[in-house]
């Protein structure tokens, strides 16, 4: 093979130069722009505690939706014991009632955008 | 014999990767906690739910439209102009249709003009269910036939399925043609089957079908069959009662008084 040595630095060169911001965000430990969700809300306590509901509210409500449709439960019991309904509209936004403040701004931020929940599941505010 | 250099880096490296593959990964993997559930107290619980159509008294109230109005309303169920798009829960039908093979002109004299209220007979033995690849239609242990929009792919087989015409598809998106919408309850969007549920979400939360609630002069009447002390058993009791298509061994399990 001709160049071979060329070939396989200009190579390294060129990777680590495309995956430089991530390089650059792991060694600063922080990334340049970090969405900010604002909760704007009277009730002090979530269905579950925030770090769980930070990283898993996407795995909470997918069984949420097949405990209510699938199996007709439709209670869940908060860790401090409180009930609360099963549902995204009734419980979640009734809270979170500034959805672009505060689903949109990390959801944008991941490019996840506008997950499809919302083309059937009504959001308050927007109700006419 | 002792495994040789080359088997060796391969083991030491995938074990190194998937190491540091799930460092970087952190817990996402790990599984959610169950949360935890409880019954809701005043939950209606049957063994095997059915409603009773008294059409003596749907008789008597010509044109009357509650429950099918009461029905939408709960529901979102949108109002197209055009009938190609129209999707029903609860509605009328000429009794030659509703009842094909019914014997008629003299023995049901008076009920031939009558127009019949029908809706999801779910099924003891439903046919949408078996040709769903999906399961999302399923019946459940207390025999309901529910629809999961979730899982829709709307493939339309159950459509093709239900002799009696119970399955609507959104062929448009149904949001702008609800009048006002109930945000207790979803819409759905183009491309899902719908169908009546017999109101499983007010049953959990122990509250009668829309349509029975609806009904000021009592013609539908809902209740587990398998409770022999149940309105609807004495009804049945009482009463003689017709099934729509029984012949087709899909053991409905809506029952019209006549
Ligand atoms: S009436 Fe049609 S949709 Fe309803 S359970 Fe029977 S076959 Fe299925
Ligand atoms: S249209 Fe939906 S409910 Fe009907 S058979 Fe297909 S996937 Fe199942």
Redesign the interface.
């Known amino acids: 093979m001709y160049d071979a040595g060329k070939i396989i630095v200009g190579l390294i060169i060129f990777l680590v130069l495309i995956t430089s911001p991530v390089w650059y965000n792991m060694a600063s430990g922080k990334s340049e722009v970090v969405p900010q969700p604002k909760i704007i809300t009277a009730e002090k306590e979530c269905?579950?505690g925030t770090e769980y509901m930070r990283?898993?509210h996407m795995?909470?409500l997918n069984?949420?939706?097949d405990?209510a449709?699938?199996e007709?439960?439709?209670?869940?019991?908060?860790p401090n014991g409180r009930?609360f309904n099963m549902?995204l509209?009734?419980t979640c936004l009734n809270c979170h009632s500034n959805k672009t403040e505060f689903c949109d701004a990390c959801h944008n931020y991941s490019a996840v955008g506008q997950p499809?929940c919302w083309?059937?599941?009504?959001i308050?505010e927007e109700?006419? | 014999m002792g495994i040789d250099r080359r088997k060796f880096l391969t083991i030491a490296g995938l074990t190194a990767a998937s190491v540091i593959g799930r460092k970087a990964l952190g817990?996402?993997l790990s599984v959610?906690p169950?949360?935890?559930?409880?019954?809701?107290e005043n939950r209606l619980i049957g063994h095997r739910w059915a409603m009773v159509v008294d059409l003596r008294k749907c008789k008597e109230q010509h044109n009357c439209t509650k429950c099918i109005d009461a029905c939408n309303a709960v529901h979102n169920i949108p109002q197209f102009d055009n009938p190609k798009d129209e999707v029903k829960w609860i509605w009328k039908e000429h009794f030659k249709e509703a009842f094909p093979n019914q014997e008629k002109e003299y023995i049901l004299e008076g009920l031939l003009e009558t127009p019949i209220t029908v809706m999801c007979n779910h099924c003891d033995n439903p046919p949408c269910v078996r040709v769903c690849p999906t399961q999302a239609t399923?019946k459940?242990e207390d025999g309901i036939v529910?629809m999961?929009?979730?899982r829709c792919i709307g493939c339309r087989y159950c459509v093709a399925a239900c002799p009696y015409g119970s399955r609507s598809f959104n062929w448009r998106d149904p949001r702008p043609f609800i009048k006002?919408?109930n945000?207790?309850y979803?819409?759905?969007?183009r491309g899902v089957v719908e169908k009546c549920n017999f109101c499983?979400?007010r049953l959990?939360?122990g509250q009668m079908p829309a349509c029975v609630e609806a009904c000021e002069e009592k013609a539908l009447i809902f209740g587990d069959l398998e409770d022999p002390d149940s309105e609807v058993r004495a009804l049945l009791r009482e009463n003689f009662a017709i099934r729509r298509k029984p012949n087709l061994g899909t053991n409905p399990e809506v029952y019209y008084i006549v």
Not at chain 2, 34 to 40: M, Q, Y
Not at chain 2, 186 to 189: G, S, V
């Open positions: 269905v579950m990283e898993k795995d909470l069984e949420w939706r405990k449709v699938r007709g439960e439709r209670i869940h019991a908060a009930k549902s509209t009734g499809y083309d059937c599941h009504n308050p109700i006419k | 817990d996402s959610a169950e949360s935890n559930l409880l019954p809701e399923w459940r529910m999961d929009m979730h006002e919408i945000k207790d979803p819409t759905r969007t499983a979400e959990a939360r």
